[in-house]
């Protein structure tokens, strides 16, 4: 499923450090010191994961084998950590505050499960000074235990536009024939508003395309939007101009409600992870039996407008997420929130054209049933998952996202055909039910499709 | 099939929508459950293949006998496995040795998750990760796709008493030490195997390699290796040219029984290391005391001609007869791997190094403590021992390097 991607980044980084510490053919399976670094307006912080065991032979205290650490016991991690964390640059020598420490049980590549110390460095430069270049000099550990690995990783770089993946920036360690462990030299690529502004816009849209529940739910409600509700069925066939006025109309209220909750949720409202992400689950249902049988016609753009607001409190947490201040944070608002639209009007102008034209057929009411079902299922796998209850449907909604472009690819191939069929083609091509249609079903699926019974209503 | 004419254009117009209807249960269904069958990648490697017979092909080996012993053991193989045996010689596929168990290496095992092809271990990875971090980070790291070779898992019986001939030629014949050690080593690994390391694990785990084909001519390698073990003979025109980087490690490091054997390989090491350790008066032992801490070796894999310009610890010339005897000793648990003729010849060499040979150690004297550490460090030999902590079972286990500061793979450098 789409994880809140809260937890969705604490669980990529977790797979970089887990590249990053591989490091294969130097064949430590010994724990590593893990540096990440976050790269914000003004300062760095620097999130340090130190082996236990290790720690307490180089420094003398008592923190081997994990467990709780006593208040003197974190003073003195944080007096050791401040004389072996130094950064300078052009600059001069920036201020060091090292807080958060805690232990932990940690895991890296073929290491099993250690203890571990955490702790936050946060590395402030003097007043103006540019925080893209400077030295780390860091030597906790390995000034004592020389065969220590310590590897420093960006993990977060607002400004040059990289807020979701991370990189190696390099490993501190001995160099063996001088004797000498060396501080190392970071060079981040140029980065500004810009930059940031655009990996912002670049999330939104990744969040959308990746964001299968949410493309769901808006498709889902305009599924039935190309008809007209009468007797509590969906029956006729509504003008074309109609139909596309209330995809508008929809999608726009959509797009408000999300955007107001997404401003709010990044501003500081709070936002309850598991309910919303449960909720949202409920908002594909509701729209998947509104698609089988009208439940509130003519009043979808309210409804989408309703459930946007619970959508865009899923968004925010993205946001929140990164800890952003000032300009980046307004940026990131305006970028992010862009980058959204802009992916969900792709889907729409890409997903809604053949359902219009689809749904001048007999084909769309065994179609619109067959997705508002599959759309049912898969949202009501996602629901007991959000829950806590977890299903085989969970994990078979998720692979709609990766199966999509197969979908659409078929919609498209099956308007195209019905407007060809309109127009009049050669008898040959109209009699041969073997010719050329979308991926994907055999012709004696097809078969069994079309000899169901005929629509009611129409 | 159709009743009517009429009807023909509005069943036909009806399939292409009613077809990607269908087209989403399909991949629906088709794609859950091809992501149910996701993690079984690890590759099943048998360990069942034919036990060490410890056959006693005791030869003492020349390289004619060697090359011949090499060619015996090709004439077993079919064509596949020849290809994989023969690789080119070079520094990159002569440094491609580690200790890690080869599972590790390529991603398939251990700490979970497939790692196809590059160093990304993407299956390692959540699904949340988009943008990929490039590469591994850390000096020294060469590779990520194995070892090269044939891997012992495809041998038949015969294909292994055929290697294992070839190795019994090129290794000592002492008890404990060189092919018993090997064949310890094996049964080792079998022994993690069977106590919860599983498929990673195991004697068809291992690799052999020929860089460069075996003749008296011309420079060539015998290659084996696997987890925590890795044999390097490098012949230059039918001379034994190097017989380092040689890699020991050992898990478990105390006394087990596996597949008939007593397995006990390396606590001869320990043994030898605390002797010279014990022997030394405290004077000495200061002396020989190192201040910093280990928690592996400083010249593992990887690590290649990046030996210390400065010795530190105990010279040599300070120690007693009786204590370069010991010290002697100790190397010669490394040298007296090799063959007898090529064991003598070495460790005459480095008997005559003893004087400037330093001693220099943390941790106990007993060796077998995780945090024990002695390094000896003369002109050309150097060995690290280091006790660290478990991996599949749970005490102190060690790894241990013999380099050669002239004839690490021949001295080859590039």
Known sequence: MRHSHRVGITAAVVGAVAVLTASPASAHVVPSTVVELDVHADDITAALTLPADDLATASGIDVAGGGTLADDTRVAVVDYLEDHVTVTSDGGTWQVGIDDVDSTETEQWGTGEFPAVTATATLTPPDGADLRTFTLDYDAIVHQVVTADIFVVLRSDWAAGQVESARSLGAIELDTVSGTVSPLTVDLDDGGPWQGFVGMLRLGTSHIAEGTDHQLFLLTLLLPAPLLAARRRWAQVAPTGRAVRRIAAVTIAFTIGHSVTLALGTLGLPVPQQPVEALIAVSILIAAAHALRPLFPGREPVVAGLFGLVHGMAFSATLSALDLSGEQLALSLLGFNLGIELMQLAVVLVVLPPLVVLARTRAYQPLRTGAAVLTAVAALGWLLDRVGLTTPLGSAADVLGPASPWVVLALWLAALLTLARSRGLPPAAATDPCAPRAAGPTTAEAQRVSSAPERTGS | ?414
């Open chain 2, 1 to 414: 099939m159709e009743p009517s004419r009429t009807a023909t254009p509005l069943r036909l117009r009806r399939w292409p929508a009613a077809a990607a209807a269908v087209a989403v249960a399909v991949s629906l269904t088709s794609c859950a459950s091809s992501e149910d069958s996701d993690d079984t990648a690890a590759s099943s490697s048998s360990s069942s293949s034919s036990s060490s017979s410890s056959s006693s092909a005791t030869v003492a080996a020349g390289s004619g006998d060697v090359v011949a012993l090499a060619e015996a053991f090709v004439a077993t193989l079919d064509d596949d496995q020849k290809e994989a045996l023969n690789q080119d010689y070079s520094f990159e596929n002569a440094a491609n040795w580690s200790n890690f168990p080869n599972a590790l290496l390529t991603g398939g095992g251990g700490g979970g998750g497939a790692m196809p092809g590059s160093s990304m271990p993407s299956g390692a990875m959540p699904s949340g990760m988009s943008g990929a971090p490039s590469g591994g980070a850390g000096g020294g790291m060469t590779s990520s796709t194995g070892r090269v070779g044939l891997q012992t898992d495809s041998l038949s019986d015969e294909q292994w008493t055929a290697l294992e001939n070839l190795l019994a030629g090129v290794t000592g014949s002492a008890e404990n030490e060189g092919f018993d050690e090997i064949l310890q080593h094996l049964d080792a690994d079998d022994h993690l195997a069977d106590n919860g390391g599983g498929d990673d694990y195991g004697r068809g785990n291992f690799f052999v390699a020929f860089l460069g084909t075996p003749s008296d001519s011309g420079t060539w390698e015998l290659q084996f290796g696997g987890h925590h073990l890795a044999l390097a003979n490098t012949y230059v025109d039918g001379t034994l040219a190097g017989a380092t980087p040689s890699f020991r490690g050992i898990e478990p490091f105390t006394t087990v029984e596996e597949n008939g054997d007593t397995v006990q390989p390396e606590q001869q090491e320990a043994a030898a290391f605390s002797a010279l350790l014990t022997s030394l008066d405290s004077t000495q032992l200061d002396a020989a005391t190192l201040s910093s801490s280990f928690n592996d070796i400083l010249l593992g894999p990887g690590n290649d001609w990046a030996f210390p310009t400065t010795s530190e610890g105990l010279v040599g010339s300070q120690l007693s007869d009786d204590q370069k005897a010991l010290l002697l000793a100790a190397i010669n648990t490394y040298v007296g791997d090799l063959d007898d003729a090529s064991a003598a010849r070495i460790l005459a060499e480095y008997e005559s190094e003893l004087d400037s040979t330093y001693v220099a150690y943390t941790g106990s004297t007993n060796m077998t403590e995780e945090g024990d550490y002695i390094r000896i460090d003369g002109p050309s030999v150097w060995i690290e021992f280091s006790m660290q902590s478990g991996i599949v079972l749970s005490g102190a286990h060690p790894h241990a390097v013999w380099r050669d500061k002239q004839t690490d793979y021949a001295g080859t450098t590039s």
